[in-house]
């Protein structure tokens, strides 16, 4: 069994439509440039209001990887 060590990044995700699509954007975008991501945590939530409604949303995730052997 091989053992794993893991980096944590704090990330901030935003969305127009939703909680998830802001997850979705932030686990997207930190693909591209992040190898062997395997997990997220949801740390907070929040959003921005104009004229009585919601305008859109902010997701902070902490993603974990994976890093690779040296």
Do not use: C, P
């Amino acid at each position: 069994m091989t053992e794993n060590i893991y980096k944590l990044v704090e990330l901030v995700g935003s969305s127009s439509e939703s909680i998830s699509d802001a997850i979705q954007n932030a686990i997207a975008r930190a693909s591209t440039t992040i190898r062997n991501v395997r997990w997220f945590e949801v740390v907070q939530i929040r959003g921005g209001v104009e004229d009585g409604a919601v305008a859109h949303y902010q997701v902070t995730l902490k993603i974990g990887f994976t890093l690779e052997e040296g």
